[in-house]
C-alpha cells in the first residue's frame, strides 16, 4: 500500500477518469469507508472474507488510478496493486463468499485486464461476476410480489426505458447499486459476446429487475433508504453521473440481435442493413444533448445536475459515438470488400469507410476535451478497426491507380489516395499515445503500420503518386529488422478466394517483401513464409497470453474483415 497522499492522489485519479465508464461504486460510501480506514486503521467490514475483499476493491481502484492517471501513471505501481487486489481477494475465498463488492471488484479487474490484452481472462471472470449477481438475487430484484411490474422476455420491452421504473417502492441505496451493476453487466455480457464464440449468458426471460433511477449517488444517500418524494430525473432534461449508463442500454439490443441471428443462422446481408437501421433508430431516440456532432457549434449543451462532473458527460458522449459507429463497422466490415466489386453491397463499403472516419473525428474531439479514453484498449480497438477500414479502402484506390496509369488516364478524384493515406497515418498517430500503457495498443499501431507499407511495396507508382513515402521511413514505433520473405502476390489481392484467417487455410492477405514493420514486442525469429494466414496463426497461437502474442481482439478484427474477401 503506497502512503496515504499517494493513495488520495491515486484515488482521485480513478473518480476523475475511470469510474464513469462502468459507475460500479456508490461514491460517498466508498469515500466514507476509504477515510474511515486511513483513520482508524480498521477496515470497515464485519468479517474477514468481506475485508478482504473490500482491501480488494481498493486497491483495484488505486491500480486504475494510477495506470489511466495522465499526468503521472506507474505501470510499476499498476502491476504491483493489481497482483495484490488478485490474492486479497483470493484469500478472501470469493467464489464461496459472494458479495457486492466482490463483483464491483471483478468489473474493475477488466478494465486492467482489457488494457492489457488479456481479454480472454476478463470475459471468464465477467462470467464469473454474472453468476455471482445471479446467486445474490441481482436478477430478481423485483420479482416479489407488487414489485414485479410487467417484465417482457421479448427484446422489445426488456431494453426499453420503461417510464414505470421512477417509483421508489421496494428502492433503496444498496438495492439501486445493486441494479446498476446488474446491468452494467447485462450490457458487458452482450457486447463481449461476439468475442466468446457468440455466446451470451443473460437472457431476457430471465432477469426481472427495474432500471435503475436517473439520480446521483449524492441523492440517493448512504443509507439504505430513499425518501419516497424522491423520483428520478427525467433523461431529456436533466443528465445525472447514471444518465449514461441508462443511455446506453437499449444499444446493447443491437448487440444481442446480432447474436441471435448468427446462431439461428439468419445472419444474412439483409438482417446486416435491418441491425443497421435499429442502431440509427436506437441513436435517433437518444436526448439531443448525448448526440456527438463533427462541429463542436452544433452540439446541444449537456444539461448537467448540480452534482455530476461535467467532463465526465463530455467524455461519456463521446464514448457513446464511438460505440455507435464501432456497431456499424462490426456489421458491415464482413461485407466491405466486396462493396468495391458488387454494387448490391457497396453500401457496406460507404457505411464502413463513414464510420471509419467518423472514429477519427471523434478521437480528436476527445484529444480537444482531454478525453482519457484515447489511451484505453476498448477504444484503441475501435480505432484500430478503423485504420484496418481505411488500409482496405487505401488498397483499392491503389489499384484504381495504377490501372489508371496504364490506361493513361486519370481518376475521378485523384487527390483522395493522398487524403487516405494521411488519413491512415493520423489512425497511427492515434495509436501511438495508447503504446505506452497498452500492450495491444503497440501491437495494433505495428498491424497498421505494416498494412500500408505491404500495400505500397506492390503499387509501382501509384504509391509515390499519394503522397511523402511510406510510414516506413519515419516510423511510428520502434522496430527491428527481419529478413525479406519469398515473393507473392499482391496485398488485399483481389484473386484471393479464401475465408477466414487460419493456419489450415490458404492466404487470404499475401505479404511479402520487407517484414521490418513488426515492433520489438513481436519476435518473428522462429517465423518464415509470405502468407498473412501464417503470420496471423503465429502471432496468435501460441503466444496470445504473452508479451509480444497478437491479442484476440486484432485476430478478430483481421479475421471479421478477411471475410469479405472470400468472394472478390
Given amino acids: 500500500m503506497p502512503p496515504k497522499q499517494r493513495c488520495d492522489e491515486l484515488l482521485r485519479s480513478y473518480l476523475h477518469n475511470v469510474e464513469w465508464i462502468h459507475h460500479p461504486l456508490h461514491v460517498p460510501t466508498f469515500q466514507t469507508e476509504y477515510e474511515t480506514f486511513w483513520e482508524h486503521y480498521s477496515l470497515p467490514l464485519d468479517s474477514q472474507q468481506k475485508n478482504h475483499q473490500w482491501l480488494a476493491l481498493l486497491l483495484v481502484v488505486l491500480c486504475l488510478g494510477s495506470h489511466f492517471d495522465p499526468q503521472r501513471p506507474s505501470v510499476r505501481l499498476a502491476e504491483d496493486l493489481y497482483a495484490a487486489s488478485h490474492e486479497l481477494l483470493t484469500c478472501s475465498d470469493y467464489l464461496a463468499t459472494h458479495s457486492t463488492t466482490a463483483i464491483q471488484t471483478i468489473i474493475l479487474m477488466g478494465l486492467w485486464l482489457n488494457d492489457r490484452g488479456l481479454s480472454s481472462t476478463h470475459h471468464l471472470q465477467l462470467a464469473l461476476a454474472i453468476k455471482m449477481a445471479v446467486s445474490l438475487g441481482f436478477s430478481k430484484l423485483d420479482a416479489a410480489a407488487g414489485l414485479s411490474g410487467s417484465f417482457e422476455g421479448e427484446d422489445n420491452g426488456f431494453f426499453s426505458l420503461r417510464k414505470g421504473d421512477i417509483s421508489t417502492a421496494g428502492r433503496g441505496t444498496e438495492r439501486e447499486l445493486r441494479r446498476r451493476l446488474w446491468w452494467s453487466l447485462v ?81 444474412s446481408y439483409t438482417a446486416i442493413i435491418n441491425l443497421e437501421r435499429l442502431l440509427w433508430t436506437t441513436y435517433d431516440e437518444l436526448p439531443e444533448y448525448f448526440k456527438w456532432r463533427k462541429s463542436p457549434d452544433s452540439m446541444i449543451p449537456i444539461p448537467a445536475s448540480q452534482y455530476v462532473d461535467r467532463d465526465h458527460l463530455e467524455w461519456q458522449r463521446v464514448f457513446l459515438g464511438f460505440t455507435v459507429h464501432n456497431r456499424v463497422l462490426r456489421l458491415h466490415r464482413p461485407f466491405m470488400a466486396r462493396g468495391y466489386i458488387e454494387e ?45 477500414a481505411l488500409c482496405i479502402d487505401y488498397h483499392f484506390l491503389l489499384q484504381r491507380q495504377i490501372q489508371a496509369h496504364k490506361n493513361h488516364t486519370v481518376t475521378s478524384d ?9 488519413q491512415i497515418v493520423r489512425t497511427v498517430g492515434l495509436l501511438r499515445p495508447g503504446a505506452g500503457s497498452s500492450i495491444a495498443g503497440a501491437r495494433a499501431a505495428a498491424v497498421i503500420d505494416g498494412l500500408i507499407e505491404q500495400a505500397e511495396s506492390h503499387s509501382g507508382g501509384a504509391a509515390t ?38 493456419s489450415t487455410e490458404p492466404s487470404v492477405f499475401p505479404l511479402a517483401g520487407s517484414h521490418d514493420v513488426w515492433p520489438n514486442t513481436v519476435d518473428l525469429d522462429d517465423w518464415s513464409g509470405p502468407d498473412w494466414d501464417q503470420l496471423f496463426a503465429f502471432l496468435s497461437e501460441d503466444n496470445s497470453q504473452v508479451e509480444g502474442g497478437m491479442s484476440a481482439e486484432l485476430f478478430e478484427t483481421v479475421n471479421s474483415f478477411a471475410d469479405s474477401f472470400a468472394t472478390t
Fill in 187 to 267: 450490457c458487458q455480457d452482450y457486447y463481449t459476446a461476439s468475442s466468446c464464440n457468440f455466446t451470451y449468458t443473460i437472457h431476457p426471460k430471465q432477469s426481472k429487475a427495474h432500471l435503475f433511477l436517473n439520480l446521483d449517488d449524492e441523492e440517493l444517500g448512504s443509507d439504505d433508504t430513499i425518501s419516497s418524494t424522491v423520483t428520478g430525473h427525467p433523461l431529456e432534461d436533466v443528465a445525472t453521473a447514471a444518465s449514461y449508463h441508462l443511455l446506453k442500454i437499449p444499444f446493447a439490443r443491437v448487440a444481442k440481435a446480432m447474436i441471435d441471428l448468427y446462431n439461428d443462422d439468419e445472419l
Fill in 465 to 502: 503518386a499519394a503522397g511523402d513515402g511510406r510510414i516506413s521511413k519515419r516510423r511510428c514505433l520502434e522496430t527491428r529488422s527481419v529478413a525479406a520473405a519469398p515473393a507473392s502476390p499482391p496485398f488485399f489481392t483481389e484473386q484471393s478466394s479464401t475465408g477466414r484467417l487460419t
Fill in 344 to 388: 448490391s453491397m457497396a453500401h457496406s463499403r460507404q457505411a464502413t469507410i463513414d464510420s471509419a472516419l467518423a472514429c477519427l473525428d471523434l478521437a480528436d474531439h476527445g484529444q480537444r476535451i482531454g478525453f482519457p479514453g484515447l489511451r484505453w484498449w476498448v477504444i484503441l480497438i475501435h480505432i484500430f478497426t478503423s485504420g484496418v
Fill in 414 to 422: 485523384p487527390r483522395l489516395l493522398h487524403v487516405r493515406r494521411e
